[in-house]
Nanobody, 117 residues
Framework: QVQLVESGGGLVQPGGSLTLSCTVS????????MSWYRQAPGKERELVAG????????TYADSVKGRFTISRDNAKNTLYLQMNNLKPEDTAVYSC??????????WGQGTQVTVSS
């Protein structure tokens, strides 16, 4: 049974930081491209950041470049998203995704991030 479990969300003030984690089980983590997505109320889900298998190639949405950092620890089957200088518009449910060349695709249940003073 494949499971992706996110943690680390919460309420933070503008300018603050949070680190999200996604612990994966039930698949060979090192074979999957991993990504973070987010969905704000009334908006479509959007890609926040992605990281290739070995972790050397990353991609970011323009809105988070320079503020967010995606990383992975293949030995711990865990994906991370370090979020700095958070803004109210970063408020959303953040979900991790595991994809194997479009053949297998799995989602976590999501974790809420709220940026508010």
């Amino acid at each position: 049974q494949v499971q992706l479990v996110e943690s680390g969300g919460g309420l933070v003030q503008p300018g603050g930081s949070l680190t999200l984690s996604c612990t994966v089980s039930g698949l060979t983590f090192g074979r999957y491209t991993m990504s973070w997505y987010r969905q704000a109320p009334g908006k479509e889900r959007e890609l926040v950041a992605g990281i290739a298998i070995a972790g050397f190639r990353t991609t970011y949405a323009d809105s988070v470049k320079g503020r967010f950092t995606i990383s992975r620890d293949n030995a711990k089957n865990t994906l991370y998203l370090q979020m700095n200088n958070l803004k109210p518009e970063d408020t959303a449910v953040y979900s991790c995704n595991a994809n194997l060349r479009g053949v297998d695709n799995y989602w976590g249940q999501g974790t809420q991030v709220t940026v508010s003073s």
